[in-house]
């Protein structure tokens, strides 16, 4: 296996990880939409915890491995215009996705608060956190912009 083998397979690794750490967001989000009580919501934290873990190293391997092979691989330029996309694209999913995270973290730490204050009944105020509008417009444009890199990717437009 060549060097330029190994940065492919670690540049698909990292994408890998992305799409599955987005896709495990979408499933916290869509498990804690109707919690009310703060048991329901914080036994999903360890699950967000590593799904930001993991979402930081896919969204690092992906830009660095990717600049590394268009640099590497002759066929391609780091200022191919497929390529200068995939950055764009890449920078408004990492930022997108930075944002999201305080907006549906609110829950999480309201969940705790009650829990510490002995209060596990349901609680309205609750609820309302766990459904923030801006958060899930954030995560869906990160998710928007993850699928265009994707197919960026895929067809290379311009290449």
């Not at 391997?61 to 092979?69: A, D, E, N, Q, R």
């Amino acid at each position: 296996m060549t060097f330029d083998s190994w940065l492919l397979a670690l540049h698909l690794l990292s994408a890998a990880a992305l799409v599955g750490a987005v896709t495990v967001f979408w499933v916290l989000i869509l498990a804690v939409r109707n919690a009310d009580r703060p048991s329901r919501i914080l036994v999903l934290a360890p699950l967000m915890r590593v799904g930001g873990v993991v979402v930081i190293v896919g969204s690092l391997g992906t830009v660095v491995f990717g600049v590394w092979l268009a640099i590497t691989l002759d066929a391609y330029h780091p200022w191919d215009g497929w390529v200068i996309a995939a950055i764009v694209l890449w920078a408004i999913a990492s930022e997108t996705g930075r944002r999201s995270d305080p907006e549906f973290a609110r829950a999480f730490t309201r969940a705790k608060e009650l829990l510490d204050a002995g209060e596990t009944g349901p609680s309205a105020e609750l609820q309302a956190l766990c459904r923030p509008r801006i958060g899930l417009l954030l995560h869906s444009v990160a998710s928007l912009a993850i699928v265009l890199i994707l197919v960026d990717m895929v067809w290379k437009p311009g290449a």
